[in-house]
């Protein structure tokens, strides 16, 4: 925001220095970026947070100033019965969307005279950057940066018909700018239309046809409230921003459009003549009355570690517009300014003492209570996750969720929908919600790959947004990996990494077909029947579209499922002391018995004593063992918690794990 020094006089008795103000300012949240000499003038540049729109105009910042250093406040009166004649706004106002549009107010002016503005008003325009124009839009763009309040100047003569309509526009609509350049609209942009067609796109530019020029006598002064995501939305896509559009995006003050209304009309008679219609128009909604919020005096002292004075407290407050409502002995109940929409809560009531009364009254040593802060389970387990994957070497990278809509549609095992898309895409071409981290993370192996880096490790934690006919997204955050390992090394990996949340969990994987896969490397991997993720070894087909050099591997796993299985309270379990017995078994088995039914045989048969049943080799020699048939080598360890296991205990288990074999998938034991 760009202030003028000169200006800020108009409003307050100013005998303090420029430094000393601009040192307040950013002690109080307004922070100063510089300042420059322009003419006679000086030209402060304040940066504005988003949540301080009042900032965005000159009497704003000239309140805070005389807050900061308790000075009055003196706004223009705004007074027009003396330059009106009767007579009513000879305009209708229909809003058809008050969702957009809550309020409009329609005032006319006759008889005015275009020229050139007069010197005071051009120079603090000129010295905040804006562009001169004459008399009666040099006075829209004052009173928008006086009270930041957008207005707009219609040529009343050139408005056709007897009705101005806020709506939608309709799709492919076309829209001519005072900027002179067309504009082709969406269904979702909002225009202010007359009969013929848009006459302004709404909150954002006025439209050619109805500009004020040197031939125009009557005005219709617009000063409107709209809602600030469609002007934000209409303004990004079109490339179109103004100043009006800025402020909008942040909001404006409901209860300030008829004042910015009057004001404005009041400097155009008296810049540029005329005569100003009695009646004025309004459509819409009173602006809404604000709650209460009440602050306890004890909360200062609590969250600041200082006493405040009552006295102090209540004059900060009214100070900055907020009228108090009630008083008692320990609390002060005030209705937050119409201006302040971020004033809610009481802690919001502690921040503006506490910035008005200066942070810097609060010495280093100040007792401030705390308290222990509970940590959501998704974080604790997140953290959990990111503890294990940096543990076995991964590092962890973020990627964008909007991506193109071959990445969206590469990898369908979560949602077979049509993925999301975005009206503003961030890059060109990437307009898809995702709906799996796969993607993403294999590009962002591709780029590793570009810098050397052939042999990095990745993980992601992030949201996927799985689509729901008529209704919002499903949101659900993923644990993405990525690996140059292979589809056991990954497996293992996985099981590790639910062994850090849950060592009792067993693991299923069902084979599972899908094009980013291998033929026959590729699972679905559930916990007593609930989904949990997929896992694979990455195709070499897809490896080329992803412009790969080297094999990968991929597994995704649903974040909120961990959730229900993780164990969050430590535990402790006592080990073994007693030695472990390891027995390899080799076992001829038809092509079609999978690794994990062996295994889940092995330690169902076994039972207590079977502590792990690890994987070795899959061996295939038709000549030996006949077509459809292969060799499965793996190892069991055997272990008792309480002694040592003899000879014979141990053969008697693997004689129950071989029958069970048999029994159930016809496996043979290699002679």
Known sequence: MLVSWEWLKRYLDLNISEAEVCDRLTLAGLNFDGASTVANDRCLDLEV??????????????????????????????????????GACPKIVQIEDEEFCPRYIARSVYGVTIGPSPAWLANHLETIGITVINNVVDVTNYVLMEIGQPLHAF????????????????????????????????????????????????????????????TTHDLLIEAADFAALPVRTTSRRLKLKSDSSYRFERGVDPEMLDWASRRCCELIVETAGGEISEGSVFAGSPAPKRKPVTLRYSQLKRILGIEVPEAEVRRILEKLGNPVHQTTNSSITVIPASWRRDIEREVDLVEEVARIYGYDQIPEHAGVSLSASHRSDLDRVRDKVRGGM?????????????????????????????????????????????????????????NNEKFSYSHIDLYEIAKVYLPKPGALPDERYMVGITSGKSFYEIKGIVEALIATLNPNITLQAIPYTDPMFEEG?????????????????????????????????????????????????????????????????????????????LQEISYVAGGPLVANVAFQEIFRDPRKDGHGKKRVLFTITLQAFDRTLTGEEADKVIADILAQCDKQTGAKLLA
């Open 49 to 86: 947070t988003s949540n301080r729109p009042d900032w965005l105009g000159h009497i704003g910042i000239a309140r805070e100033v005389g807050v900061l250093f308790d000075l009055d406040l003196k706004i223009p009166q705004a007074n027009i019965s003396d330059k009106s004649h009767g």
């Open 155 to 214: 040529d009343l003569d050139k408005i056709a018909g007897d009705t101005i309509t806020v709506r939608k526009a309709t799709s492919g609509e076309k829209f001519q700018a005072i900027d002179h350049r067309d504009y082709e609209l969406h269904g979702d942009d909002y225009v202010i239309a007359d009969k013929s067609g848009p006459i302004a796109l709404a909150g954002v530019m006025g439209g050619k046809l109805t500009e004020v020029d040197d």
């Open 390 to 446: 940096l543990g076995m070497g991964f590092d962890e990278t973020l990627t964008r969720s909007v991506v193109s809509d071959v990445w969206a549609k590469a990898f369908q095992g979560w949602s077979l929908g049509e993925p999301l898309t975005t009206s503003m895409p961030m890059v060109k071409g990437e307009d898809r919600l995702r709906i799996s981290l796969l993607p993403s993370l294999l590009g962002a192996r591709r």
């Open 521 to 597: 490397q590729g699972c679905h991997l559930t916990i007593d029947g609930t989904t949990l993720g997929y896992l694979g070894v990455v195709s070499g087909k897809t490896c080329k579209a992803f412009g790969l050099q080297r094999a990968a591997s991929v597994a995704e796993l649903d974040l909120g499922a961990l959730m229900k299985l993780a164990i969050l309270v430590p535990q402790h379990q006592e080990f073994s002391t007693h030695p472990a017995m390891n027995r390899d078994l080799n076992l001829i088995v038809d092509e079609g018995v999978s690794w994990a039914a």
